[in-house]
């Protein structure tokens, strides 16, 4: 069933590990390459052109942020939207991320 959902979610020839929004907020996902679905309940657009959108369940959130070099559609507030991109850690803010969003809403 794993092995047909990672076939499924191949976009450009790499494949992404479905992942819960909790369980990347968790720290506990070790693939570096995954797909996360979410609400959509915040969106920033920074000073260098970075799109940050915040994908919540319940009470936990992590970060999508697209780049310039591969641009997303901005997504609405409440939009349910999945995102495929590199999981890491944000050190200076304290929170997981998609950064960058290789594939988004």
Request: proline fraction near 6%; include cysteine; hydrophobic fraction near 45%.
């Amino acid at each position: 069933m794993i092995l047909a959902l990672l076939v499924l979610l191949q976009g450009t020839g790499r494949m992404y590990w479905p992942v819960s929004v909790a369980a990347l907020a968790s720290g506990s996902v070790k693939h570096t390459h995954v797909a996360v679905s979410g609400t959509v309940t915040l969106v920033h657009r920074e000073v260098d052109g970075d799109l940050h959108f915040r994908l919540s369940t319940g009470t936990v959130f992590i970060v999508a942020e697209c780049i310039p070099s591969l641009p997303c559609r901005v997504p609405q507030v409440g939009e349910q939207v999945t995102v495929r991109g590199i999981a890491r850690h944000d050190g200076e803010h304290g929170w997981w991320e998609v950064h960058p969003v290789e594939e988004g809403p």
